[in-house]
Nanobody, 124 residues
Framework: QVQLVESGGGLAQAGDSLRLSCAATGLTLSTYTIGWFRQAPGKEREAVAVLARSGIIKYYSRSLRGRVTASRDNAKNTVYLQINSLKPDDTAIYYC?????????????????WGQGTQVTVSS
């Protein structure tokens, strides 16, 4: 059974850093394109970053640009999202998703696997 589990969220203060993790069971993340997304209350889901199977990483969120780094640890079958200089506007549920295609698009399609998300709350 495939499962993606996000962790690392929590309550932070503005200016703090967090590293979110996305651990997988039932699939090998290195052979999947992984997307990080977030959804703030009352807003649509936003793509943050996509890590393609090829190793290319594309950052989609303008508001996070320069403050976010996505990475993989294949040995741990885990993908990370480091967010620095957190702002209250970063408050959201952060999700990871995995799909088997090679492209760098943020459209995960209908067959992607999704985690349950991890809540990040940033206070001012």
């Amino acid at each position: 059974q495939v499962q993606l589990v996000e962790s690392g969220g929590g309550l932070a203060q503005a200016g703090d850093s967090l590293r979110l993790s996305c651990a997988a069971t039932g699939l090998t993340l290195s052979t999947y394109t992984i997307g990080w997304f977030r959804q703030a209350p009352g807003k649509e889901r936003e793509a943050v970053a996509v890590l393609a199977r090829s190793g290319i990483i594309k950052y989609y969120s303008r508001s996070l640009r320069g403050r976010v780094t996505a990475s993989r640890d294949n040995a741990k079958n885990t993908v990370y999202l480091q967010i620095n200089s957190l702002k209250p506007d970063d408050t959201a549920i952060y999700y990871c998703a995995a799909r088997s295609t090679w492209d760098i698009s943020a459209d995960m399609g209908d067959s992607a696997y999704w985690g349950q998300g991890t809540q990040v709350t940033v206070s001012s």
